[in-house]
């Protein structure tokens, strides 16, 4: 079995778990167009999906790489994208309630997609602003979700 199948065999599994658990929210008897059960679970149905189309990918032409130990030093290079990305996800949840939602998610998108060498400032800058807009005011105007507005007047 290869890593990909046993890595989507595992994550299927969680799926599933998490899958029940989506399920086992209650509905509220207040009326919603959205209820609180929704994302969890389009969140786990879009996770086992995935889960589904990695066991069936096939395998590309790129060599596998044997059980050899790796030079320490040449780890960082692949490591890097992970840690900055997982430190800035932590530094955008700390921000998120002072500069809001729209602030934060601008300031996580740009910063994001300049490391991951996008350079075309112009474009970046009105993606990550347009988007956590249209997300700020979908949620809150239309489905009556709170998201924190930090700085910002509305």
Known sequence: MTANRLLALVTGILSLAYLYGAFQIPVFPIPRPVDSDAFPKLLGAVMLGLSIWLYFEKEGSAPVASGDEEDPRSAWPRWQPVVVTALAVALYAGLLAWLGFVLA??????????????RRHTINAVVALTVPLGLYLIMTRLMNIHLPAGVLPF
């Open 105 to 118: 998610s601008f300031l996580l998108t740009a910063a994001l997609t300049w490391f991951y060498g996008y």
